[in-house]
């Protein structure tokens, strides 16, 4: 076996600053009009992405959320870890939480949520910008966790959810995990279902009538649209 060392990048710093003129004095040809023939193609290859209307306006919805500065419970403690350094929302333009409904498009119901409480949620979604989105964190807005009694509704029973981060509370690595699925789904890169994923169709229990045959609806406890202890 023989073993080839080869230089990677630049191994100087004179090196780097030539490269750097060269790719300046190309950028002004360029603008000049003096690039033709087979240097304007690769030019133009090395620094064009063409891409459709839709899907640039999807990448930068994606990466401006502006989440709502509203929390229910204590998953609200987790929700406001996830701006500060160790997680650093701000990487994926997640950091400018607004005041008011009518400057946000991302409601995150870090929380349980009462009976009472569902209405005002309803209105804070309702006033918010479209498109928006909504995520439901923690184990109490998704399926009303430990409080599994009549005075709480889990949040997709009076609004639409996008995506649900279980625990109780959950990581703000969990709630960041959740934030960067739902950047998937609006750029329509859905990831695999985690049934698929692990081969798991067919062991569900399925309840007569929750859906159609090629894609049935798994019941646990009561059927869609019942509330549970209610």
């Not at 002004?28 to 690039?35: H, I, N, W």
């Not at 409080?147 to 009076?158: E, T």
């Not at 625990?167 to 695999?192: F, N, T, V």
């Not at 081969?199 to 406890?221: L, Q, S, W």
């Amino acid at each position: 076996m023989e073993v080839i060392r080869q230089k990677v990048g630049p191994s100087s710093a004179d090196e780097s600053s030539e490269d750097f003129r060269v790719r300046q004095l190309r950028a002004r040809d360029m603008l000049r009009g003096d690039l033709e023939g087979q240097a304007l193609e690769q030019y133009v290859e090395e620094r064009v992405l063409t891409t459709t209307l839709d899907k640039a306006v999807s990448w930068a919805r994606s990466n401006a959320l502006f989440p709502a500065t509203f929390g229910l419970a204590c998953c609200a403690i987790e929700m406001m870890s996830i701006v500060a350094a160790r997680v650093d929302v701000a990487r994926f333009g997640f950091e400018a939480f607004r005041a008011s409904p009518r400057q946000a498009d991302l409601l995150i119901l870090s929380g349980r949520v009462s009976i009472k409480m569902a209405p005002i949620v309803r209105r804070i979604y309702d006033q918010m910008l479209e498109p928006k989105w909504a995520i439901a964190m923690g184990a109490c807005s998704s399926s009303m966790g430990v409080f599994n009694n009549y005075a709480i509704v889990p949040a997709d029973k009076f609004m639409p959810v996008d995506v649900h981060v279980p625990g109780c509370p959950p990581r703000p690595e969990a709630l960041m995990h959740g934030i960067l699925k739902l950047r998937k789904m609006i750029q329509e890169d859905p990831d695999i279902g985690w049934r698929d994923g692990y081969h798991a169709r067919g062991t569900e229990e399925i309840a007569e009538g929750a859906g159609e045959a090629d894609n049935p609806t798994a019941v646990n406890v009561f059927l869609p649209g019942d509330t549970a202890g209610a």
